[in-house]
């Protein structure tokens, strides 16, 4: 069992930053990626940025270049830096821990909100 715990989303003005923080607790040893997904509202939820256990990240075509995914093992958690934000980034951003271990599972932050004023 994993739980996830985010922090860091607020309002901010265009072109500002904020750095989202996702803490795991629970089975660690499971997880074998970390990502950031959002859903803005009426539309489906989509992966920002991803991170896998051997370092590899990939992101969505729309915030290449301006975030940015990174990790603190020693911490258990996962950031996410958000620069230049555009107030199409707003949405309710989720954190996501995938398991494997038979089968695979994904768990689940509470989601935080981001608003980006224009």
């Known amino acids: 069992q994993v739980q996830l715990v985010e922090s860091g989303g607020g309002l901010v003005q265009a072109g500002g930053s904020l750095r989202l923080s996702c803490a795991a607790s629970?089975?660690?040893?499971?997880?074998?990626?970390m990502g950031w997904y959002r859903q803005a509202s009426g539309k489906q939820r989509e992966l920002v940025a991803a991170i896998t256990n051997d370092g590899s990240t990939n992101y969505a075509d729309s915030v290449k270049g301006r975030f940015t995914i990174s990790r603190d093992n020693a911490k258990n958690t996962v950031y996410l830096q958000m620069n230049s934000l555009k107030p199409e980034d707003t949405a309710v951003y989720y954190c996501?821990?995938?398991?494997?271990?038979?089968?695979?599972?994904?768990?689940w932050g509470q989601g935080t909100q981001v608003t980006v004023s224009s």
């Open positions: 996501n821990a995938r398991v494997h271990i038979i089968s695979t599972s994904d768990y």
């Open positions: 629970g089975r660690l040893f499971s997880i074998n990626a």
